[in-house]
């Protein structure tokens, strides 16, 4: 049992791979699973021959992570995958998305509860299109960590001058972004195996660590809110029963800060204040919460409290508008977004209408030049808007908050979630 709590206790690590097409995400992905023996010795088998009857030289270690019999046909990935693996320093969520430019909403959902992003460049190709479009997309997404992998370090023979042309050429695009402060460089081969989880013979001129030990001990405790205490209520909880009849508990998910037992708080939007009574995780009783932790808040006095409300600390509170600043990723082929178009707006836990009042630019991801007077937004389109909501949102900005600083705008028809959005 004691292996199991230690397990459930460790450290987390969530992390986004990008990179172009054929840059060889799934490889290295497979490379990594390969290596900390976190796959079988059936699949491994099974692997081996699938790419023997692909006439794959090499045993093809792609077709571990392209699950869908679509993606592996194709070659190529093409859903956002979340795959799971463990080492005795940490465990591991990796969401394996894909490089084609028309997948880029499947970039921003799976990059927006990411701690790091995993770039690839193809050392013979240096920084290319997508390569900045993923970077701008983590910066946008507040991600402050990102390890550039040079692949395929063995088709330039290992040569440090390859490796440094690529490094000079990104560092000079991340040196205009806001967010990223914590840039590191790998030169790698995913398919040979050098630097991947252990250090290569065939560099010996790259004095840093494996690209496992940095994902390994590369530090993220400090990139969460534990300042702004958040927490949105979820559903209210009254048991109609004898033996819990006093009972009422607020469920939810702590979005930032920490809330403890007899702490003073504040309930928007009523601005009522009360005490915290008690603290419930699952059924047991606990002294504080914290994110991402999910809890039941119970309090001292009988107030009306329903979804949609926030509960806060009295000296420390969000914003509270109706007119919001917000960068946005417009995912959908079908619809446009334009000046006076009208949507479902999800935040938190709460749901209102939005109208957009206006349109103030949009980015042009490869220069990060802003294109004005524009009037639509298309598919993966990536810019500013000012929204007005049909009730006032407590929100922060979403660099201080990423729970309490996006959204969703979802078709009030169709019910298809039609952007991400980032307050500004």
């Given at each position: 049992?004691?292996?199991q709590?230690?397990y459930?206790d460790?450290?987390l690590?969530?992390?986004t791979?990008?990179?172009s097409?054929d840059?060889?995400?799934?490889?290295?992905?497979?490379?990594?699973?390969?290596?900390?023996?976190?796959?079988?010795?059936?699949?491994l088998?099974?692997?081996?021959?699938?790419s023997?009857?692909?006439?794959d030289?090499?045993?093809?270690?792609?077709l571990?992570?392209d699950?869908?019999?679509?993606?592996?046909e194709q070659?190529?990935t093409?859903?956002?995958?979340?795959?799971?693996f463990?080492?005795?320093k940490?465990?591991?969520?990796i969401?394996d998305?894909p490089g084609h430019?028309?997948?880029?909403?499947?970039?921003?959902t799976?990059?927006?509860?990411?701690?790091l992003?995993?770039?690839?460049?193809?050392?013979r190709?240096?920084?290319?299109?997508?390569?900045?479009?993923?970077?701008?997309?983590?910066?946008?997404?507040?991600?402050k960590?990102?390890?550039v992998?040079?692949?395929?370090?063995?088709l330039?023979?290992y040569?440090?001058?390859?490796?440094e042309?690529?490094?000079?050429?990104y560092?000079d695009?991340?040196?205009?972004?806001e967010?990223v402060?914590?840039?590191?460089?790998?030169?790698i081969?995913?398919?040979?195996g050098?630097?991947?989880?252990d250090?290569?013979?065939n560099m010996?001129?790259y004095?840093?660590?494996p690209l496992?030990?940095?994902l390994?001990?590369?530090?993220?405790g400090?990139?969460?809110?534990?300042v702004?205490?958040r927490f949105?209520?979820?559903?209210?909880?009254?048991?109609?029963s004898?033996?819990?009849?006093?009972f009422?508990?607020?469920s939810?998910?702590?979005?930032?800060?920490?809330?403890?037992?007899?702490d003073?708080?504040?309930?928007?939007?009523?601005g009522?204040s009360?005490?915290?009574s008690k603290?419930?995780?699952?059924?047991?009783?606990?002294?504080?919460?914290?994110?991402?932790?999910s809890?039941?808040?119970?309090l001292?006095?009988?107030i009306?409290?329903s979804?949609?409300?926030?509960?806060?600390?009295?000296?420390?509170?969000?914003?509270v508008?109706?007119?919001?600043?917000?960068?946005?990723c417009?995912?959908?082929?079908?619809?446009?977004?334009?000046?006076g178009?009208?949507f479902?707006?999800r935040?938190?836990?709460?749901?209102?209408?939005?109208?957009v009042s206006?349109?103030?630019?949009?980015?042009?991801?490869n220069?990060?030049?802003?294109m004005e007077?524009?009037?639509?937004?298309d598919?993966n389109d990536?810019?500013?808007?000012?929204?007005?909501?049909?009730?006032p949102?407590?929100?922060d900005?979403?660099?201080?908050?990423?729970?309490t600083?996006?959204f969703?705008?979802v078709?009030p028809?169709?019910n298809?979630?039609?952007?991400?959005?980032?307050?500004?």
């Amino acid at each position: 049992m004691t292996d199991q709590n230690n397990y459930l206790d460790m450290d987390l690590l969530r992390f986004t791979t990008a990179g172009s097409v054929d840059d060889g995400k799934s490889t290295l992905i497979g490379r990594l699973f390969h290596d900390t023996k976190a796959i079988f010795e059936d699949q491994l088998e099974a692997i081996e021959r699938s790419s023997k009857q692909r006439g794959d030289e090499h045993i093809n270690l792609a077709l571990l992570t392209d699950g869908l019999r679509a993606e592996r046909e194709q070659g190529i990935t093409i859903d956002v995958a979340y795959r799971y693996f463990a080492t005795p320093k940490r465990k591991f969520i990796i969401a394996d998305t894909p490089g084609h430019i028309q997948y880029t909403r499947n970039m921003v959902t799976g990059a927006s509860t990411a701690n790091l992003a995993l770039i690839l460049v193809d050392a013979r190709n240096g920084v290319v299109e997508q390569t900045r479009r993923h970077t701008f997309i983590a910066d946008l997404l507040g991600i402050k960590h990102v390890a550039v992998c040079i692949n395929k370090m063995d088709l330039v023979d290992y040569d440090e001058k390859a490796y440094e042309k690529v490094l000079r050429q990104y560092t000079d695009f991340a040196s205009r972004l806001e967010n990223v402060t914590d840039l590191t460089f790998i030169p790698i081969s995913a398919l040979k195996g050098d630097n991947v989880v252990d250090r290569s013979e065939n560099m010996q001129w790259y004095k840093g660590p494996p690209l496992l030990y940095h994902l390994e001990n590369v530090y993220v405790g400090s990139d969460s809110n534990h300042v702004d205490a958040r927490f949105p209520v979820q559903w209210v909880i009254r048991p109609h029963s004898d033996e819990h009849h006093d009972f009422r508990g607020f469920s939810g998910r702590v979005a930032g800060g920490v809330f403890k037992l007899g702490d003073k708080v504040t309930i928007l939007p009523s601005g009522f204040s009360t005490k915290i009574s008690k603290i419930l995780k699952g059924e047991t009783e606990i002294e504080e919460a914290y994110h991402p932790q999910s809890v039941t808040i119970l309090l001292e006095d009988e107030i009306d409290v329903s979804r949609g409300d926030m509960i806060v600390k009295p000296n420390n509170q969000p914003k509270v508008e109706q007119d919001l600043d917000a960068f946005i990723c417009w995912f959908s082929g079908n619809k446009k977004l334009s000046k006076g178009s009208k949507f479902i707006f999800r935040h938190t836990t709460k749901e209102a209408q939005a109208i957009v009042s206006d349109i103030r630019y949009k980015v042009d991801v490869n220069s990060l030049r802003k294109m004005e007077d524009v009037e639509t937004f298309d598919m993966n389109d990536i810019g500013r808007v000012s929204l007005r909501i049909s009730q006032p949102i407590f929100h922060d900005t979403y660099r201080r908050n990423r729970n309490t600083g996006s959204f969703i705008l979802v078709d009030p028809f169709t019910n298809e979630t039609l952007a991400a959005g980032m307050l500004r």
